[in-house]
């Protein structure tokens, strides 16, 4: 029986107490430094004190240093990852080989900018000691099957929701083309989320002002069932720089997907924790930041993954403008507006947001008109009462207690057992008494153990021995108290699982040469690979003072493909293309063996 992990991002404390209430059996979320969202950067106390909250469920928390660290960085990575495990951390997620090579005796977990892509690098990486390994998002369900296959022990996380990186993740060097951020720093400014316009050879323009480069978000909310019989057993939900409304809706949708399966599955998986979650609201993914769902390449390489319209939320579709009037317009749809929800507008024109400000019937008036024609599709991408929903949902995420409850005339004494089967036991010295004709003595302990409010248990079921036995309520409460008090410290005092390996050096690296695309950034990579077999290990892209003439992003994402113009079929394009934007310039290179579509910079030098 395979355990299942529902993964929830948090970029603060906040984050990760709200992911474990709606449900997450696992958190993940940076330290002080080198995670890859610096941004979402959390103090070693903050996250001693989300882990001691995950623990309590049997959840685990994961902390991300997951950036490439250069030489003079090596003892402050090391320092700041110590740092977190004695924070409390279950795992480590690592890029950097650096971070391997040390002595760190805790779970490591090899990031999806680790690059893993393939059946053989899914073995080295088992072969060197991680526990676990974070699959890049453009791979199919073939791959990871493939990959399952050939990595037979190490676990597999598969991110299922949130953005998307159109380059390979950790490959991708658009960002440091154009300024002096990196993705494989912590700070991407997300140059694919930009307007490009997309020119030929002959410095023609073909597409203009568009965003070629912004995929939709992946939703493979309806996959679920198929990658856990592929072998994947942790679902990771992106978004560690995201609200927490986000949190709580879309963590508690996949909570509900996931409960769905395990409960028609339960002789293969079961849940990595316990607990469960009560909430006041039905969760809607569409109702959160989305660029519109999609499954990216979950099926294969296929068209109709981008939103050339607008990098932005859209959110879920609505209606159709059929007329305009004064200071509003009229819509056809099923879904009702309200004021105070935020809109966007799409047409040939492009996207216009605006909120709504009053609605009567059928006719919007929104606070903006710009961009709202007759023929535009309206989607919503705030619903302020759902939002007002989510926000006022008292939420609690409890753990089923069986108690046994035995009164004699020299006190009381109460045995309370989990659902994990985790047992406490405390007993209350007192002179008692028989209970008297009126006292319902084992209805009066069945309502005092029930108060568990302010703990993370709920009394699921009371036995009563001795309810001849008269024991006041003030008695039974402070049993009650202790009780809990014992068993929630029996919880967390267990040793917490983890999958600790030690890299042996017997794995042998798949290929005699560590390309500059592998960003080896310090010594104690170097000598890693070296270790490992690698015969020539070439200079890192990242370090370089510039990028002109280097391949920046490599994509299973194709231009060609999304506009009808695949080299494979007939295409009416012929020659170079190039993606311009600004000052920066990019060659698009197309390996149609691979199906792969590369950047070349054409652009300036960039100095780091």
Not at 93 to 106: E, G, N, P, S, T
Request: aromatic share 6%; proline share 2%; charged share 25%.
């Amino acid at each position: 029986m395979r355990k299942i992990e529902l993964l929830a991002p948090a970029k603060d404390l906040e984050a990760a107490i709200a992911a474990i209430d709606h449900g997450a059996d696992a958190v993940y979320m940076g330290g002080a430094r080198f995670g890859a969202r610096r941004a979402a950067a959390n103090s070693a106390e903050d996250v001693a004190r989300a882990a001691e909250y995950a623990h309590r469920y049997g959840a685990r928390l994961y902390a991300a240093l997951n950036t490439v660290i250069f030489d003079d960085e090596l003892a402050a990575a090391e320092a700041a990852a110590r740092e977190l495990v004695a924070a409390g951390v279950d795992a480590l997620i690592v890029q950097d080989m650096a971070l391997r090579a040390m002595d760190l005796h805790v779970e490591l977990h090899a990031s999806t900018q680790a690059g893993c892509m393939t059946a053989e690098d899914a073995v080295f990486l088992e072969g060197c000691g991680f526990a676990r390994i974070i699959l890049e998002r453009a791979l199919s369900i073939d791959d990871i099957r493939g990959i399952r296959r050939a990595a037979r022990n190490v676990e597999l996380e598969c991110f299922v929701h949130g953005a998307i990186c159109v380059g390979y993740s950790g490959r991708c060097f658009l960002s440091r083309s154009m300024s002096a951020r990196s993705g494989n720093r912590g700070e991407c400014s997300q140059p694919c989320r930009l307007p490009y316009d997309l020119v030929d050879g002959a410095g023609r323009t073909v597409i203009a002002g568009r965003h070629l480069l912004s995929v939709r978000d992946m939703d493979l909310s309806q996959r679920l069932e198929e990658l856990m019989d592929a072998g994947v057993t942790s679902f990771k939900i992106e978004g560690r720089l995201k609200d927490l409304r986000y949190i709580k809706n879309v963590v508690s949708y996949y909570r509900d997907r996931l409960d769905g399966i395990l409960s028609r599955r339960g002789a293969d998986f079961r849940r990595s924790s316990f607990g469960r979650t009560e909430r006041e609201f039905a969760p809607d993914p569409s109702k959160s930041f989305t660029r519109g769902a999609t499954e990216y390449m979950f099926d294969g390489k296929c068209r109709g993954v981008a939103s050339f319209d607008t990098p932005k939320a859209v959110g879920e579709y609505v209606g159709r403008v059929t007329g305009l009037v004064r200071g509003g317009f009229r819509m056809e749809g099923a879904a009702v507006l309200s004021a105070g929800d935020g809109i966007c507008a799409v047409s040939a024109a492009g996207a216009a947001g605006t909120n709504v400000n009053r609605v009567d019937g059928a006719t919007v008036e929104p606070n903006r008109m710009a961009g709202i024609v007759v023929g535009a599709e309206i989607y919503r991408n705030y619903d302020h009462r759902f939002a007002q929903a989510v926000d006022r949902s008292r939420t609690h995420r409890t753990i089923g207690v069986r108690a046994r409850v035995a009164i004699s005339v020299s006190g009381v004494e109460l045995h309370l057992t989990d659902e994990e089967g985790v047992e406490a036991r405390v007993r209350r010295p007192a002179v008692l008494s028989a209970a008297t004709g009126t006292v319902d003595m084992a209805e009066t302990v069945r309502r005092v153990m029930r108060k568990c409010g302010g703990t993370v248990f709920r009394m699921d079921e009371v036995l009563v021995d001795g309810a001849c036995i008269f024991a006041p309520a003030s008695l039974l409460a402070e049993v009650r108290r202790g009780g809990l008090d014992a068993l929630l410290q029996a919880r967390m005092s267990r040793p917490r699982p983890h999958t600790v390996i030690e890299d042996d050096g017997m794995a042998r690296y798949p290929r005699g040469r560590v390309s500059r695309w592998e960003n080896v950034t310090n010594r104690m990579a170097a000598e890693f690979y070296r270790r490992h077999g690698a015969v020539e290990i070439e200079p890192a892209l990242e370090c370089a003072a510039a990028t002109a003439g280097e391949r920046v992003m490599a994509s299973s994402y194709c231009i060609r493909r999304e506009i009808g113009e695949c080299l494979r079929g007939h295409p009416t394009l012929r020659g170079d293309l190039y993606l311009c934007h600004g000052t920066s310039r990019y060659r698009l290179q197309f390996d149609c063996d691979r199906c792969v579509m590369s950047l070349v910079d054409c652009g300036a030098a960039h100095k780091r």
